[in-house]
């Protein structure tokens, strides 16, 4: 079983559409939660960083982190054709320097 | 404010040979750490460097080593290439004593190995 588990999709929506992405995970200890946008053959891009439990918002883009079920979703109201990319969830323990585990992607198409 | 640069930014190489990948980070950052991401999959923790050393090491061989420069910038090397190894290779840095982890990722190295 995967540390982190993320349907990779793809997510086709219509332009508009409210669009929402989730990761499962297994360590409880995990404590920082991170959405990561990728275009193709790109770098991720970071959209989204949240410490421990509830929601935090930003633009079209809002966060959720439930921690007692071990769930983390990133809602896109407003869906664009340029928000057409694979998004990543990531997360880590706490602490100085640690490494970020990732979900697999989830492609996203919105289409005009 | 120059975000996380890596060079080259496509590398061809073929089976046996060895690769080095580069990587200078955000200004202000101290924290390197290396990403293998294979196509159609998230991407999987090589190792982190500060301070110069090895602070942690994912699931991959000794074939894959670094190093990390005063000025901060780090290097990736491959020996013995396998074919397995072609990927986008991703450099990502942050500040050790900043808030939380938030990592910033460079554009990445493609290395395709035949």
């Known amino acids: 079983q995967k540390e982190v588990e993320q349907d990779p999709g793809p997510l086709s929506v219509p332009e508009g559409a409210i669009v929402s992405l989730n990761c499962t995970y297994s360590?409880?200890?995990?404590?920082?939660f991170m959405w990561y946008r990728q275009y193709s053959r790109k770098g991720p891009e970071l959209l989204m960083y949240?410490?421990?439990?509830g929601n935090k918002e930003d633009g079209r883009f809002t966060a959720q982190v439930d921690k007692s079920s071990k769930y983390i979703s990133l809602f896109i109201r407003d869906s664009q054709p340029s928000d057409s990319a694979t998004y990543l969830c990531?997360?880590?323990?706490?602490?100085?320097?640690?490494?970020?585990?990732f979900g697999a992607g989830t492609r996203l198409a919105v289409h005009p | 404010d120059a975000g996380v640069t890596q060079s080259p930014t496509h590398l061809i190489k073929t089976r046996g040979q060895q690769v080095t990948l580069r990587c200078s980070p955000k200004?202000?950052?101290?924290?390197v750490s290396w990403y293998q991401q294979a196509l159609g999959q998230g991407p999987q923790f090589i190792f982190q460097?500060?301070?110069?050393?090895?602070?942690q090491r994912g699931n991959f061989p000794d074939r894959f080593s670094g190093h990390q420069f005063p000025n901060y910038s780090s290097e990736l090397n491959v020996n013995a290439l396998l074919l397995g190894d072609s990927a986008l290779y991703l450099c990502?840095?942050?500040?050790?004593?900043?808030?939380?982890?938030?990592?910033?990722f460079g554009p990445g190295t493609r290395l395709t190995v035949l």
């Open positions: 949240t410490y421990s439990s």
């Open positions: 990531a997360m880590t323990l706490s602490g100085g320097y640690n490494k970020l585990i």
């Open positions: 360590n409880s200890a995990f404590q920082y």
């Open positions: 200004s202000g950052h101290d924290t």
């Open positions: 460097y500060y301070e110069e050393e090895e602070r």
């Open positions: 990502a840095s942050s500040l050790v004593a900043g808030t939380g982890d938030t990592q910033y």
